[in-house]
């Protein structure tokens, strides 16, 4: 008797478990059916344009266009003989490494940023960089030919 008893189990499992995944499949399409939304109530993907950055804001940001205690206006034409005087340091960002970007003026043009390593004109490469100044060269493994400094900052 005992083995009758466990023979029954098989089919109402079996009938269990296909009651189980009808009613799932069921409560599936009704769920599908009522969450259908109306059309007018999704809203539309809005791109936006790119925001243009100005070149002066962005030199202000990183030090630049600030003026030193006790400066004159500089001159149009810088000397060409100095290779000091041909370039400007506007600013720095850099970390513990000596590693970053500087904001540098060529020969008075506006401020470029330059990435350690990126060539500033065509005989100098930017090769560190540290809290307040930045420092050019021939080459990365070269010594440094040009030490910029920023200008000391006006007290308010």
Not at 28 to 45: E, L, Q, T
Request: hydrophobic share 45%; charged share 15%.
């Amino acid at each position: 008797m005992q083995t009758q008893a466990h023979r029954t189990w098989w089919p109402k499992i079996a009938t269990f478990s296909l009651a189980a995944i009808a009613a799932g499949s069921a409560a599936y399409w009704v769920m599908k059916w009522v969450a259908i939304a109306p059309a007018g109530s999704i809203a539309p993907v809005v791109f936006a344009e790119p925001v243009q950055s100005d070149p002066q804001v962005v030199a202000r940001l990183l030090g630049g266009g600030q003026a030193s205690a006790g400066t004159t206006p500089v001159d149009a034409g810088p000397a060409p003989d100095n290779a000091a005087n041909r370039f400007k340091l506007m600013g720095v960002v850099a970390d513990r490494t000596h590693s970053g970007h500087a904001l540098i003026s060529v020969d008075g043009q506006p401020a470029k940023p330059y990435r350690v390593g990126a060539q500033v004109n065509e005989n100098l490469v930017l090769k560190s960089v540290s809290t307040r100044s930045a420092a050019l060269a021939t080459r990365l493994d070269a010594p440094a030919s040009v030490n910029l400094e920023l200008p000391v900052l006006a007290q308010p």
